[in-house]
């Protein structure tokens, strides 16, 4: 199982960017994935779920900023990030969770710095 994350990198507040994650190893459309997040010095967070039939969730602290999606015909998942804070610099991790568990497989992390 592989997942391989892309699009972080330096923007300044207010500003957009879009995660994507590419999986491969797995029957991408049945598993429910998610999106974490660590911050220098905190400990890491979850940001975001997506269900197989598209149901997502989302940490109070993004609600309404960021957007989680899915392509499984590319088996990629998305994620979505406008208005974005200082308080959101941290390295961003696509997952493959188990079931309604914790995830079972991370990514490397792609990191996001949100400069003010």
């Known amino acids: 199982v592989q997942l391989q994350a892309s699009g972080g990198g330096l923007v300044q507040a207010g500003g957009s960017l879009r995660l994507s994650c590419a999986a491969s190893?797995?029957?991408?459309?049945?598993?429910?994935m998610g999106w974490y997040r660590q911050a220098p010095g905190k400990q890491r967070e979850l940001v975001a779920v997506?269900?197989?039939?598209?149901?997502?969730n989302y940490a109070d602290s993004v609600k309404g900023r960021f957007a989680i999606s899915r392509d499984n015909a590319k088996s990629t998942v998305y994620l979505q990030m406008s208005s974005l804070k200082p308080e959101d610099t941290a390295v961003y991790y696509c997952t493959i969770m188990d079931g309604l568990g914790p995830p079972k497989y991370w990514g490397q992390g792609t990191l996001v710095t949100v400069s003010s």
């Open positions: 997506i269900a197989s039939d598209g149901t997502t």
């Open positions: 190893g797995i029957i991408f459309s049945r598993n429910r």
